[in-house]
Every structure is written in C-alpha cells, then in structure tokens.
C-alpha cells in the first residue's frame, strides 16, 4: 500500500509538473511546438483522471483532472460571433492549402468548386496546380492571381468580384497576395497568407516576422480587411494573439475547428484561420475536406455591416 501511494503521488507531480510546463513556460521555440497540441494535452490528461478514478487513486486522479482544466482554459479564445442581417453586401470566401505534391487534382477542384464561392485563396501552388486551377476555375473567377511556386509556398487568388488592385507582397521570403476587391461598388481588402512552417528555429522566427510585419501592414490602413490562409500557428500562440492585438483583426473560426494534419472529417490543431476588421461581420463558417490534402479547407460568409 505504501509503494502504490508513492507511486500515485510520483505520477501526480509528474502530471502537474508537465501541464504547468506547458502553461507557463516561456513563448519560445520548443515549448511552441508541444503548446501546440494543447487540445490533445487536456484529452490526454483528463483520460488519465477518469482511468485513475475507477481505479481510485484519487490523488492522481484531482491532479490529472486540474491539469485537464489549467490547459483547457488555454485554448479559449475569443471569436467574432455570428450574426445574421437582412441586408448589407455579402462575400463567401473558400480557402484550402492543397498540399503541394497531391495528384488529386480534379477531386480537390470539385470540391471547391462546389462551395460557390465568390473568393477562393489556394496555397502551395505548383506550376502542375497552377495550369489545373487555371483551366477550372478561370471561367467563373475571371480575377486571379497566381504565383506558383516549387517550395510548397506558391499561392493564389481567384475571384468573381473585380479587383480595384492585386499584388504580390514578400515578407520574409514569403510571397503573399493583397487584393482590393470590389463588393458591390465599396472596397474589401483581403490577404491570403500562407506564414512559414515553423519546422526549426529559424524558421519558428521567419515566421513570427511574417506575422509582425503584415500585423502592421494592415494596421497601417483602416479599411474592411479579411486574412484567410495557412498561418501555421494556433489561437493560443504567443505569435497569433499578438498579431491579432497588432492588427485589429478578430477571429471567425474558432479553435475547435481543426485542420491539420487531416484525415477526413478529423484533423489535430487549427492551422488555417480566417479573420476580419473593420466593419465586415461572419454570418458562417465551417471546415470541408480537400481530397489529397494534409489539410481540409476554410468556408466562410462575410457581410459588411455599416451599422455596428
């Protein structure tokens, strides 16, 4: 009885000792990587208490259950509420990275060609993906701009609404794409962004670059704007909030809406986001999946809304 006391108390710390390593260390490199997976960390531990409490080994099973909530209350970020209006001019937006070396070009097409929407942004765009979106998508969005690439960082635009004006904008070796578009005789400027993995510390800082200086960049003019892409970072990142604190932007989907790396309807952490100012306003979001794809893709409608 002594030796299995020990044990439970031993495992509690460790638990305990993990989740506050996860919760408060500093926003650095490694401890990115593992906060990362903050939802599967509050899984795991609270698996961990419910299997100690049928056990009744009570002291692992109270330290496993406040490690659950100490990294739960982590993930809760604020986002733009939903709403519904009567009138105001209405954007749909489609967005999906189509991993680059997928060959299920038409299947992934379709799907987002059945979405029907009036802006659709693409990420690691191939010269192979950029003749295949060109040839299906062209007709119905007259207004693209394609910038293919062979890094997995090519990136591309397509629209039914006119463009005031689009360009190619490199930030830290990244090319991104803004675009004024017109919605309806009034102008929305839209990112589509794809932020650079931060698979080392380099490009862990590449990345938290990109994100200052397009968070200033957008600051730097107040005019409805959408961002919609592969950020690779979470909601709960030190990088993330502080370009949303940065930029003014606020959060469409929330950190229940997973991404990647996806397997069907199921995906890990939330990698691709979707975000707005000034006066648009979310009337709905949600996930599809992108056949061949490492990552299901973004649905979102927007509306401007003078009156809020």
């Known amino acids: 009885r002594y030796h299995s006391s020990t044990r439970q108390l ?21 401890p990115m990587l593992a906060r990362s997976f903050m939802l599967w960390w509050c899984i795991l531990f609270a698996a961990i208490a419910l299997f100690a409490g049928l056990r009744k080994q009570w002291w692992c099973s109270a330290a496993s259950f406040a490690s659950a909530l100490l990294v739960l209350i982590q993930v809760r970020t604020p986002v733009m509420e939903l709403i519904t209006l009567g009138n105001g001019h209405g ?15 038409a299947r992934a097409i379709a799907t987002v060609v059945a979405t029907d929407s009036d802006l659709i942004s693409v990420q690691e765009v191939s010269p192979e993906w950029a ?12 207004y693209h701009h394609i910038v293919p690439n062979t890094n ?15 360009r190619t904008i490199t930030i830290a070796g990244a090319p991104f794409i803004e ?19 931060p698979g080392s510390y380099a490009h862990f800082r590449r990345r938290n670059a ?56 199921f995906a890990l952490i939330p ?38």
């Open 10 to 30: 031993v495992l509690a710390v460790v638990v305990l000792t993990v989740a506050c390593a996860l919760v408060f260390a500093p926003d650095a490199y490694l």
């Open 91 to 105: 954007l749909r937006i489609a967005h999906m990275n189509v991993w680059q070396p997928n060959e299920d070009r």
């Open 131 to 142: 003749v295949a979106l060109r040839s299906a998508l062209a007709e119905d969005h007259p």
């Open 152 to 166: 997995c960082y090519g990136i591309a635009l397509f629209s039914k609404r006119p463009f005031i004006s689009v």
């Open 179 to 197: 675009a004024m578009v017109d919605v309806d005789g009034e102008a929305v400027r839209v990112f589509a962004v794809h932020a650079t993995s």
């Open 210 to 265: 990109q994100l200052t200086a397009l968070a200033e960049r957008i600051r730097s003019e107040p005019i409805p704007t959408l961002v919609i892409g592969d950020l690779n970072t979470v909601h709960w990142d030190g990088a993330y909030e502080r370009f949303c604190a940065r930029s003014g932007l606020r959060p469409i989907n929330s950190p229940f809406t997973i991404t990647w790396p996806s397997l069907g309807p």
């Open 271 to 308: 990698l691709d986001h979707a975000l707005l100012s000034g006066s648009l306003r979310p009337t709905s979001l949600s996930s599809f999946e992108v056949s061949g794809s490492d990552h299901r893709g973004l649905l979102a409608e927007v509306r401007l809304d003078h009156a809020r």
